[in-house]
Nanobody, 123 residues
Framework: VQLQASGGGLVQAGGSLRLSCAAS????????MGWFRQAPGKEREFVSA????????KYADSVKGRSTISRDNAKNTVYLQMNSLKAEDAAVYFC?????????????????WGQGTQVTVSS
């Protein structure tokens, strides 16, 4: 599967962004989807994940209550709505797909990765 993330940009602190990740290739609903982020000088970290049909979601504590992950299997797309953005949310955001059913946050368990989209938060 090929993944293409988009929707990043410059936003003021307190603002919102919706990231999108379009997938091509095998049946999209075969994959658990996730979002990760990487800030300069830091390791890539888990943000959120969603099960194959959207029943189960998981969030990092740092974004819980401010972000919502969703997916549209008919459009082969997963979304990450981020609200009340903070300076510490600034990073390159990556979408990823995994073939196993567990909705986990282990970076190593994800098989396919997109190219990333930059989120910049101004104060």
């Amino acid at each position: 599967v090929q993944l293409q993330a988009s929707g990043g940009g410059l936003v003021q602190a307190g603002g919102s962004l919706r990231l999108s990740c379009a997938a091509s290739g095998r049946t999209f609903s075969s994959y658990v989807m996730g979002w990760f982020r990487q800030a300069p000088g830091k390791e890539r970290e888990f943000v959120s994940a969603i099960s194959r049909f959207g029943v189960t979601t998981k969030y990092a504590d740092s974004v819980k209550g401010r972000s919502t992950i969703s997916r549209d299997n008919a459009k082969n797309t997963v979304y990450l709505q981020m609200n009340s953005l903070k300076a510490e949310d600034a990073a390159v955001y990556f979408c990823a797909a995994k073939t196993t059913a567990v909705v986990g946050q282990d970076l190593a368990s994800f098989d396919y990765w997109g190219q990333g989209t930059q989120v910049t938060v101004s104060s």
